[in-house]
């Protein structure tokens, strides 16, 4: 019978309908990642992995995992992954996407909403007891509807964001590799080179992959051609902000705030200096986080698995 590993605690009726047909095994803890040791020693036995994206799946897992057919990531993210490895080693890589692009716009437009209108320091504020009288200026926040939003990487999410922002009657600009005629025409948005755009926006999200070409591509130069009054909200990938350029951005005040989901190292220390910032929403990873996403995620890997383990075409491959 072929063996999976799943790597993290996943909803008991996936694992079970797994179970009917494949011999299945889990690291069963829902905050501590699988051991690095413990994840070559399952990746060695088995044939399938289903994985989360803090799992470093590369070269040396490969080596040391003859019979490995899948590595069925729950993200649709994958640079956890070294797919040129995987290529190499004639194992299938899978990834969930579709499945949670409404909920991260919907977790990318809450990051924008909430740095905007400060609702974690407000929320703060009220719970700490500090509310004695109404003033006119109290938690003033900035708008956002009728303002311009600059998305880069105008892919599945962004384009899910863009429609939000066209209700919110927002000018939209974005920036990718190949324009996007569809989303143009849909949501009235612009293409724009990158300078152009963060030049121009007063929100710049980025939600393009972590790749070598994105890898530090907001940096001090970027933050620098950003308005006084920009607010930038990252729901990539952490990497592809030079974080320590953002936190002197913030600091000199070359930018305004700043709402986060994800970080350069993951997961942050309670002292990271970004944390201790007013102007900082920062969230913890949380772009797909409702349940029924999650569950569908879970699930998306799980047929990934079924049907590579059963010979069939997976449903949502990683291509090189
Ligand atoms: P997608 O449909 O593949 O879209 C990615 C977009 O990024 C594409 O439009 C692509 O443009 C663009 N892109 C790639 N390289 C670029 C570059 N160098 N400069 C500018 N744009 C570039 O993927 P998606 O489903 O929208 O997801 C996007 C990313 O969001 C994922 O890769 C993942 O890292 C992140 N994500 C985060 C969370 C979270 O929890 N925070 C949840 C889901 C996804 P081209 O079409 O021109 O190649």
Known sequence: MS??????????????????????????????AVPRDVLIKQAGECHALLTMLSDQVDEELFSSAP???????????????????????GVIVTNTPDVLTDTTADLAFALMLATARRISEAADYIKNGDWTSWSP?????????????????????????AKRAAGFDMNILYHTRSRKLEAEEAYGAQ????????????????????????????GAEQFRLMKNSAIYLNVGRGPVTDEAALIEALQSGEIAGAGLDVFEQEPVSADHPLLS?????????????????????????????????TDEKPLTRVSL
């Open 3 to 32: 063996k999976v590993f799943i790597t993290r605690k996943i909803d008991d009726a996936v694992i079970q309908e797994l179970k009917k047909n494949f011999d299945v095994e889990g690291w069963d803890s829902e905050d501590e």
């Open 67 to 89: 019979h490995l057919k899948i590595v069925a990531n729950m993200a649709v993210g994958y640079d956890n992954i070294d797919i040129e490895a995987a290529d190499k080693a």
């Open 137 to 161: 200026y109290l938690l003033a926040g900035r708008d956002v509807h009728h303002k311009t939003l600059g998305i880069i990487g105008m892919g599945k999410i962004g384009q899910a964001v």
């Open 191 to 218: 293409y724009k080179s990158l300078s152009d755009l963060l030049e121009k926006a007063d929100f710049v999200l980025v939600l393009a992959p972590l790749t070598e070409e994105t890898r530090g591509m907001i």
């Open 277 to 309: 910032m007013k102007n900082v929403v920062a969230v913890p990873h949380i772009g797909s986080a409702s349940t029924e996403t999650r569950f569908a995620m879970m699930k998306l890997a799980a047929d990934n698995i079924k049907a590579v383990l």
